[in-house]
């Protein structure tokens, strides 16, 4: 069946680093766009990064840009998200979220969550000193 299971959240420091981690499976993997996705309490959902399917292109909320990279390994179905710089204000539930595309719309990639049928539980980051 369709699943997305999120990992790599956890506590750190301002200015520190995190890695997330999104194990995909039931997707024909070359053909689905990822994306990550945070919602902090009170907060709505707002998109981060998306990476999409084959002849892969990303996209980045100007809010991270330069600070998070985020990266798959078709091999092994799985997706990154690489946060440097951490601040505050991006404590929150990060969530990844997969959409199918095909062939010819592999490269298919924003970061409105609205467009994402399919999500994960999510994994709690937490910036604080």
């Known amino acids: 069946q369709l699943q997305l299971v999120e990992s790599g959240g956890g506590l750190v420091q301002p200015g520190g680093s995190l890695r997330l981690a999104c194990a995909v499976s039931?997707?024909?993997?070359?053909?689905?766009?990822i994306g990550w996705f945070r919602q902090a309490p009170g907060r709505e959902r707002e998109g981060v990064s998306c990476?999409?399917?084959?002849?892969?292109?990303?996209n980045y909320a100007d809010s991270v840009k330069g600070r998070f990279t985020i990266s798959r390994d078709n091999a092994n179905n799985m997706v990154y998200l690489q946060m440097n710089s951490l601040n505050a204000e991006d404590t929150a539930v990060y969530y990844c979220?997969?959409?199918?595309?095909?062939?010819?719309?592999?490269?298919?990639?924003?970061?409105?969550?609205?467009?994402?049928?399919?999500w994960g539980q999510g994994t709690q980051v937490t910036v604080s000193s």
């Open positions: 979220a997969a959409r199918t595309t095909g062939r010819s719309t592999s490269g298919w990639c924003p970061i409105n969550p609205g467009l994402f049928p399919n």
């Open positions: 039931g997707f024909t993997f070359d053909y689905t766009a």
């Open positions: 990476i999409s399917g084959s002849l892969p292109s990303t």
